[in-house]
C-alpha cells in the first residue's frame, strides 16, 4: 500500500528565490468572492430643477414687463390723444351742421291697383328745397353726394340725390332737388300706404339723406366720416289735379348723426 503525500507548509526554495506557498492560492480560492470586481453604478446626471424654475421665473417677469410696459404706452397715447382734443374743443369750438327743410311740393302721388287686385303701383315725384349751415368760424366741411329717400311708414314712396358740395366757415348753401318713383308694392305696404292716405291730418313723410363729410381746420384735414340727416315733422296731402300740394314743413326737425362702420356693422 502506497503512502500518501501531503505538501509541506513551508514555503520551498528554488534557487533562493521564494515560492509562495499553496495555502494562500487555496484560501483565495476558497473565497472567490473577494476577487470578484465591483460593479460601479452608471452616472445619472440629477435634474437641474433650480435651472428650470430660475428659467420659468425669468419668463414669467420678461411677460409681465413686457405687459406693463404695453399697458403704460396705450394709456400715454390715449391721455395725449385727450389732451389734443380737448386742446382743439377750446381753440375751435366745433359744432355739427345744420339742415333745414324749406319746402317740399308733391307733384304726383298715386296709387293704382289692377283689376284682379293682384297687383299695385305706386308712382310719385316730389320738389325738395333744403339748405345748411356751417356754424363754425375755423371749420370748413366738404361733402360728397347726397343720396335721399322720403318714405311713409316705412314704405319707401322716392328716392333722389344732391351734388357734392363745400360748405365754408359761417356758410349758408340752398339746394333742390326731385325724388321719384315707380314701383310695385307688395300687399303689406299698399295696405299701411292706404291707411296713411287716407288721414284727415295728412301723409306722415320722413326724409333721410347719407353722405360722407370731410372736416379741414385750416392746414389739418380729417378722414372721410358717413354722417345721416334725418328729417321729420312733414305732412302731405295727395295732389288734386294737376297742382301739386304743399307739404307742411313749419313742424319738421333735422338731425345729423355720425355713420361709423367697422366692418358689415355700421353704427
Not at 375751435?92 to 293704382?112: C, G, M, Q
Not at 332737388?177 to 299701411?192: A, C, M, P
Not at 379741414?216 to 300740394?245: D, Q
Request: hydrophobic fraction near 35%; charge should be positive.
Amino acid at each position: 500500500m502506497t503512502d500518501r503525500v501531503y505538501p509541506s507548509s513551508k514555503p520551498t526554495t528554488n534557487g533562493g528565490a521564494a515560492v509562495p506557498a499553496v495555502a494562500n492560492t487555496t484560501a483565495a480560492t476558497a473565497n472567490p468572492s473577494n476577487t470578484k470586481p465591483q460593479l460601479r453604478q452608471p452616472y445619472r446626471p440629477q435634474p437641474q430643477y433650480h435651472h428650470r424654475r430660475h428659467r420659468r421665473s425669468n419668463c414669467h417677469c420678461n411677460f409681465c414687463c413686457c405687459c406693463f410696459w404695453s399697458i403704460l404706452i396705450i394709456l400715454a397715447l390715449a391721455l395725449l390723444a385727450a389732451i389734443a382734443g380737448a386742446a382743439v374743443y377750446i381753440l375751435y369750438r366745433p359744432h355739427r351742421p345744420e339742415f333745414t327743410l324749406t319746402s317740399v311740393r308733391i307733384a304726383k302721388l298715386n296709387l293704382t291697383t289692377s283689376s284682379d287686385l293682384s297687383t299695385s303701383h305706386l308712382t310719385t315725384l316730389f320738389n325738395l328745397t333744403l339748405s345748411t349751415k356751417n356754424p363754425n368760424n375755423h371749420l370748413t366741411f366738404s361733402y360728397e353726394p347726397f343720396a335721399l329717400s322720403l318714405s311713409s311708414s316705412d314704405v319707401q314712396i322716392g328716392n333722389g340725390s344732391i351734388p357734392a358740395f363745400t360748405s365754408g366757415t359761417k356758410n349758408s348753401t340752398f339746394f333742390r332737388s326731385i325724388l321719384s318713383t315707380s314701383q310695385d308694392l307688395d300687399v303689406e305696404s299698399v295696405k299701411s300706404l292706404r291707411s296713411d292716405l287716407r288721414k284727415k291730418t295728412g301723409v306722415a313723410l320722413k326724409l333721410q339723406m347719407d353722405t360722407k363729410v370731410k372736416v379741414a381746420m385750416g392746414k389739418l384735414k380729417s378722414k372721410k366720416v358717413g354722417i345721416r340727416v334725418t328729417c321729420e315733422g312733414i305732412k302731405g296731402a295727395v295732389p288734386k289735379g294737376k297742382s301739386p300740394s304743399v307739404a307742411s314743413v313749419a313742424n319738421s326737425k333735422c338731425k345729423v348723426d355720425l355713420r361709423i362702420k367697422i366692418w358689415k356693422w355700421t353704427f
